[in-house]
């Protein structure tokens, strides 16, 4: 029984100093390389709300990675994109199809933009009857 005590001790000890030994080990980071040769990501966050009477279909349409993405949606949009390189121009536009004089929709549209694991800040926001657009080029 005291071999077994012994051989408990043994290997929770040596748990323990490997496992310090681990949590010293950085994790190796991996961001693109932009067209300048820096590392750095950026990452796009864009957000659109309809104010209006009754419940719409709202056409978002965004500048992605990928190029121009155009979702439906009701009354909130929200979605991120990235990576995507410095000098990128980040453009929304949404739109409220059934906007009339009588039944108008108050749209406001959002960029926020990240870069590496910063947090998000706004970039661009505009505010319209019927539609709403706002770009903004990351140079930072």
């Not at 950026?42 to 500048?63: H, L």
């Not at 949404?94 to 590496?116: A, K, L, Q």
């Amino acid at each position: 029984m005291k071999n077994l005590k012994k051989t408990f001790i043994l290997f929770t000890m040596i748990f323990a100093i490997y496992s310090c030994e681990n949590n010293n080990i950085s994790q190796p980071n991996n961001p693109t390389t932009n067209e300048d040769g820096g590392e750095e990501n950026y990452y796009v966050k864009y957000t659109a709300k309809c104010v209006c009477r009754y419940n719409v279909n709202m056409e978002v349409k965004v500048n992605t990675e990928q190029g121009l993405t155009t979702f439906l949606c009701e009354k909130n949009f929200s979605e991120t994109f990235g990576p995507v390189p410095k000098g990128f121009e980040c453009k929304i536009v949404g739109t409220d199809p059934s906007s009339t004089t009588e039944n108008y929709s108050d749209i406001t549209v959002y960029i926020h933009v990240s870069r590496n694991e910063e947090p998000f800040v706004l970039k661009a926001i505009n505010n319209g009857t019927g539609n709403s657009q706002a770009s903004y080029t990351i140079d930072f």
